[in-house]
C-alpha cells in the first residue's frame, strides 16, 4: 500500500487535556492533514500531580500540567511537525512557553465537545482573547500574541476544510476508547 | 515592668520574660540593663534590683557557613501511547468523473437507479455521521482508526466525491455502519438504496485503499441494473461483469487491476473450479442473500468457499420463511457464529451489532404514502360451483389418506382452490379480472401504469388476452433474457402501455418501477416478505407519488383464510430485530398449511 505522510505544511494539530474525577488527566493529540483525516494520534496515560508538585505550584498547578507537562510530552512524540497546534482548553495555553509551535485556544460558549465523564479542567490563565476564527473565539498567550497574527496569516489555506471543534470530539471517544475506565459506567 | 531591648544590637534593654534567640549560635556578650537599683532591698524590690543574668551571644553572619538543602521536585514520567495511519493518496485525488448523464427532469430508464424524480434537497445534510468500529473489533489500533475518522459528510465533500444526488441522512449511516465491517447484512427494507449504500462504501473503501478487489453476485437480472447502478454512483471506477464463454470467463477472472468484478448466481456453479482455486477477493457481496437460504445447495457451498476478506450480505428480506434462513446467511459472513440450537433471542442478539435494517416509515417521512386497498371479491357463480365442488371433494380425499398424509397433498388441494378464484377452469370466468378490468380503465384514463402480480405464468396469459386494450405487457420467467429490459424499456417510455404483467417471482426482487402509481396482487403469495418485494418495485426511492396496492381476495375461500393467517405472521415479522420477544417463523409452517382445512398433522409428520 503506498502511501504518504501529508503535505508537513498542512498538518494541524488539536490537542486537549481533560480530568477524570479518578484517573486524573489525560492528553490527547490528533494531527490531521489538510482534509481533517487523521495522519497521528497520541494520547497518556492517566496523569495526577504528586504532593510535592500540588504544594509547590498551588494555583498554578493545572496550567502547569495540562501545558508544560502533559502537552510538551505529547507534541514531542509527535513524528510531524504540526504548523499549529490547537486547543480547545486554556490550561494548555502554557506549552506555549516550552514549545515553538503556535498555540491557539478555541473558545466556545457552548461546549461542543463536552463529556460528562471527561471534564475540561480549571485554568488560571485565562489567555488573551484576540479575535475570531470559524466563528469561534480564539485565545493566545499573552507573550504570544503573534500567534494570532500567524493563524489569521494561514486559516484560508489551512483551515478550509477543518472545522475547528469537530477534532477535538474525536480526540474524547478515542481517549475514551484507549482508557476504558474513563467511559460512564 | 517590661522593657524592650534589641538582642541584636546589644543594645541595653531588659526583659520580664526573655525569649532568648533560636539555636543559631552565638558568642557571649556581656549585657547591662539601664536602671541602677541602690540600697539593700528585699522581696520585689530586691528582685528589681538583682542583676538580671542573661546570657547573649552575637550573631555575625559573615562569619557563620549556612548550610542548606535542596528540595528536587522530581517531575512524574507521563507514559504515553502512540498510533500511525498512513494516509492513502488517494483521497487526495478528487473525483474525475464526469457529472452523470441522468437529467434530474427526465428519468432514467426502467430498471436504473435513483431517477431523478427524487425531490432535490437543499445543500448538505445537517447531520453529523460518524463511523463507529464494530463491537468485536479488539484490536485498539483498528478501534481508533474508525473512531478518528472525520464525519462521513466531511470526508465526501473533502475528497470531492460527488453524488447523482445528495445521499439521505440514513443513507450515510449504512455507508457509515458498512465501512468499518468485515461481516454485515444490510437488511434495509426494499427501495431504500441498498445498491447505493454498497456503491458508496465500495468506492471510499477504495479510495482508502482498505480494498483492491470485489466481488459482487447477483441474481442474473439484476446485473445490468448493478453496472447502470456503478456508472450513476461511482463513475470513476471499472466494473467488469463476468459473462461469455468459458475461456473468456476464465480471462476476466484472472486480469489483474479490475477492482470490482460482478457475477451471477448461477455462474457460481459454472465456474466452481476457478472460484475454489487461486482467486482472492478482498470483499464478496451477496445481492438477494436469500438466495443462499438453504445452505445445503451447491450455490451456498461456493459462495460460502470463496477466499475473501470481508463479507457483506443485501437482502430486504433475511427472514424469507424461518430464522434458518438468517442462519444459513451467516455460515456465509461468519461459519460457526450462529448455530441450530440457539434460541431466537440469543440469534437476535448475537447478530444485532451485524445487521442494519431500516423500513421506510422509519426513516422516509417524505416518501410518498403506499394506500393499501384490499378488494374483497365473490366469486362469480361458475366459480362458487366448481370451487365448492373442488374443496369437498378433496378435503375428503385429505381426510381419507390418514397416516399417508403429506403436506405435498394439501399443498395441491390449497394451489388448485386458488387457482379456481382466479379463473374458473372450465369456463373462464373471473370475479378478479372483472375487477381489475374496471380498476384499470381508471389508471389508463388518467394516465398512469399499473403492475399486477400472480403467482402463475397461466394466469398472467389469460389476463393479456383480456385486458389487449391496454396494450398489456408481461415479464416473466418464461421471457428470455435479452427481451426482459427492452420490454421494460417499453413499458416505461410507452406512454399507451399501461399495464405490466409481471410474476412474482421474476419481478419480486431487485427492479426499479417507480414510475407505477399501482399495483395489484391479484393473487396472494405465501410469504408477506414476497408480496412486499413485489409492491416495493413501484414503492421506493423515485417513487413521484402515492403508490395505490389492491390486494385481491375472495371471501369466503382458502384466499380469505390464508390472508388471516398471513396477517397474524406480518405483525410479528419484526420482532427478531425488537429487543425482546420470539419472532415466529414467517411464511405458513406445517401446522398453518393443515390448519386451512382443519386437519391435524399426522403423528409421523410431526416427529420430522
Known sequence: MSTTKGNEHSILGFLTVRQHPELGYLGGFLLVNSLARPLEFHCTLPVKPTRAQSILYGPTLVDFLCGEQIARTLVSKAKLQPVIVFTDSSAVLSLRNVSEIPVCCVSSKKSETASKELLLPPSQQAGVSVGELSGHKILVDGAHRSDWDFVVKRSQELLQQVDLLEPFTRIVEALQEAHPASKAA | ?608
Not at chain 2, 140 to 161: F, H, I
Not at chain 2, 211 to 237: G, S
Open chain 2, 1 to 608: 515592668m517590661d522593657s524592650a531591648a534589641t538582642a541584636s544590637d546589644g543594645s541595653a534593654g531588659s526583659y520580664s520574660e526573655l525569649e532568648l534567640p533560636p539555636e543559631i549560635g552565638f558568642v557571649d556578650m556581656p549585657f547591662r540593663p539601664s536602671w541602677n537599683i541602690e540600697g539593700f532591698a528585699t522581696g520585689w524590690q530586691s528582685q528589681i534590683g538583682r542583676d538580671v543574668k542573661i546570657e547573649t551571644t552575637l550573631f555575625q553572619p559573615e562569619k557563620v557557613e549556612l548550610s542548606s538543602f535542596a528540595i528536587k521536585i522530581p517531575n512524574q514520567k507521563i507514559h504515553t501511547l502512540s498510533f500511525d495511519f498512513p494516509e492513502s493518496p488517494q483521497w487526495q485525488i478528487a473525483s474525475q468523473a464526469k457529472p452523470p448523464a441522468s437529467n434530474p427532469a427526465n428519468p432514467d430508464e426502467p430498471g436504473k437507479g435513483a431517477t431523478g424524480s427524487i425531490p432535490q434537497r437543499s445543500s448538505a445534510p445537517s447531520s453529523i455521521t460518524r463511523i463507529r468500529p464494530p463491537k468485536d473489533l479488539v484490536k485498539l489500533e483498528d478501534r481508533l482508526y474508525y473512531v478518528l475518522q472525520p464525519p462521513l459528510e466531511t470526508l465526501v465533500s473533502n475528497a470531492k466525491l460527488e453524488f447523482a444526488f445528495q445521499p439521505f441522512p440514513y443513507q450515510f449511516e449504512g455507508i457509515a455502519f458498512l465501512f468499518s465491517r468485515e461481516t454485515a447484512i444490510l437488511a434495509d427494507e426494499m427501495g431504500l438504496g441498498k445498491t447505493m449504500q454498497a456503491i458508496t462504501t465500495v468506492r471510499m473503501l477504495l479510495l482508502a485503499n482498505q480494498l483492491r478487489t470485489v466481488l459482487l453476485v447477483c441474481p442474473k437480472p439484476l446485473v445490468t441494473n448493478w453496472v447502470r447502478e456503478f456508472r450513476l454512483w461511482a463513475p470513476e471506477i471499472p466494473v467488469a461483469v463476468i459473462e461469455g464463454d468459458s475461456a473468456k470467463r476464465q480471462w476476466m477472472w484472472n486480469q489483474p487491476g479490475l477492482p470490482v468484478r460482478i457475477a451471477n448466481y448461477e455462474l457460481l456453479m459454472r465456474d466452481r473450479e476457478q472460484l475454489q482455486g487461486n482467486l482472492h477477493f478482498d470483499l464478496v457481496i451477496l445481492d438477494e442473500a436469500q438466495r443462499i437460504k438453504n445452505r445445503n445447495s451447491t450455490t451456498s457451498e461456493i459462495a460460502r468457499g470463496i477466499s475473501r476478506c470481508r463479507s457483506w450480505a443485501l437482502t430486504g428480506t433475511p427472514i424469507e420463511n424461518t430464522p434458518e434462513d438468517l442462519v444459513s446467511i451467516f455460515e456465509f459472513l461468519q461459519p460457526g457464529y450462529l448455530r441450530d440450537g440457539m434460541s431466537l433471542k440469543q440469534m437476535g442478539q448475537a447478530t444485532r451489532d451485524h445487521i442494519l435494517r431500516r423500513t421506510k416509515d422509519k426513516v422516509l417521512t417524505e416518501m410518498p404514502p403506499k394506500l393499501f386497498r384490499d378488494a374483497e371479491l365473490d366469486l362469480t357463480s361458475e366459480q362458487l360451483a366448481t370451487y365448492k365442488a373442488a374443496e369437498d371433494e378433496g378435503v375428503i380425499q385429505l381426510s381419507d389418506m390418514g397416516q399417508e398424509l403429506t403436506i405435498q397433498h394439501v399443498f395441491e388441494l390449497v394451489l388448485r382452490l386458488k387457482q379456481i378464484c382466479n379463473f374458473d377452469p372450465v369456463t373462464g370466468a373471473s370475479c378478479k379480472l372483472e375487477r381489475l378490468e374496471a380498476d384499470l380503465e381508471e389508471v389508463a384514463a388518467s394516465g398512469q401504469k399499473a403492475i399486477v402480480f400472480s403467482q402463475w405464468v397461466q394466469s398472467l396469459d389469460r389476463m393479456s388476452d383480456v385486458l389487449k386494450r391496454y396494450n398489456p405487457l408481461s415479464y416473466h420467467g418464461r421471457i428470455p433474457s435479452d427481451k426482459r429490459d427492452p420490454i421494460l424499456k417499453e413499458f416505461k417510455e410507452n406512454p399507451k402501455r399501461h399495464v405490466l404483467l409481471m410474476s412474482y417471482g421474476a419481478g419480486a426482487v431487485g427492479l426499479n418501477l417507480q414510475f407505477c402509481r399501482y399495483v395489484f396482487l391479484f393473487d396472494r403469495w405465501w410469504n408477506p416478505a414476497i408480496e412486499d418485494q413485489a409492491i416495493n418495485r413501484a414503492h421506493r426511492l423515485g417513487a413521484a407519488g402515492s403508490v395505490t396496492v389492491t390486494r385481491m381476495l375472495v371471501a369466503g375461500t382458502i384466499e380469505e383464510r390464508i390472508h388471516k393467517v398471513l396477517e397474524e405472521k406480518r405483525e410479528l415479522f419484526n420482532a427478531l430485530f425488537a429487543e425482546a420477544g420470539t419472532p415466529p417463523s414467517l411464511g405458513l409452517n406445517q401446522g398453518d398449511i393443515f390448519g386451512l382445512f382443519n386437519l391435524k398433522v399426522p403423528k409421523a409428520k410431526k416427529a420430522a
